[in-house]
């Protein structure tokens, strides 16, 4: 099964506001990078949607390290979606799930693969989640330009 170690995050100027996410993927000495934004969203959506379209940018089946500094998402898909499921898509205190449309996305392209979840601190010494971080930003960025005209 190939490897590949995909890094993501996500950006918003406001929150809600204009938002960007990218990743970096790696796979023996092959890199490419995925970028987009949306005009009018949040971080979390943001978050969500790097590992989505990270996921998606494979080909085939994979054994994926998929690198996040968003706590939201690696506890989100590691400890709380199957209690979400079973109850209705309602947290323990009855409120329903925010981003549930993105979290169904993520829980079905995620069992395409093989997935250990990790989390790294944001801003630190990891320069690929440095580097989606900057991406982010810049479509985020972008995306508020394109808003201001």
């Given at each position: 099964m190939?490897?590949?170690?995909?890094?993501?995050?996500?950006?918003?100027?406001?929150?809600?506001?204009?938002?960007?996410?990218?990743c970096?993927?790696?796979?023996?000495?092959?890199?490419?990078?995925?970028?987009?934004?949306?005009?009018?969203?949040?971080?979390?959506?943001?978050?969500?949607?790097?590992?989505?379209?990270?996921?998606?940018?494979?080909?085939?089946?994979?054994?994926?390290?998929?690198?996040?500094?968003?706590?939201?998402?690696?506890?989100?898909?590691?400890?709380?979606?199957?209690?979400?499921?079973?109850?209705?898509?309602?947290?323990?205190?009855?409120?329903?799930?925010?981003?549930?449309?993105?979290?169904?996305?993520?829980?079905?392209?995620?069992?395409?693969h093989?997935?250990?979840?990790?989390?790294?601190?944001?801003?630190?010494?990891?320069?690929?989640?440095?580097?989606?971080?900057?991406?982010?930003?810049?479509?985020?960025?972008?995306?508020?330009?394109?808003?201001?005209?």
């Amino acid at each position: 099964m190939v490897e590949v170690t995909i890094i993501t995050d996500g950006s918003c100027i406001g929150n809600p506001g204009p938002g960007g996410w990218a990743c970096v993927l790696r796979s023996g000495d092959r890199q490419k990078e995925v970028v987009g934004s949306h005009p009018k969203t949040t971080s979390n959506r943001m978050e969500l949607t790097a590992a989505i379209e990270g996921l998606r940018a494979l080909r085939v089946r994979c054994h994926v390290r998929l690198v996040s500094d968003s706590q939201y998402l690696k506890k989100g898909i590691t400890e709380h979606l199957a209690k979400w499921r079973s109850n209705g898509w309602h947290k323990s205190n009855g409120d329903p799930v925010l981003n549930q449309d993105l979290w169904d996305q993520l829980d079905q392209i995620a069992q395409k693969h093989d997935i250990g979840w990790e989390w790294t601190a944001g801003h630190g010494d990891h320069a690929d989640q440095n580097r989606a971080d900057r991406l982010a930003l810049q479509a985020a960025r972008a995306q508020a330009a394109e808003g201001a005209r």
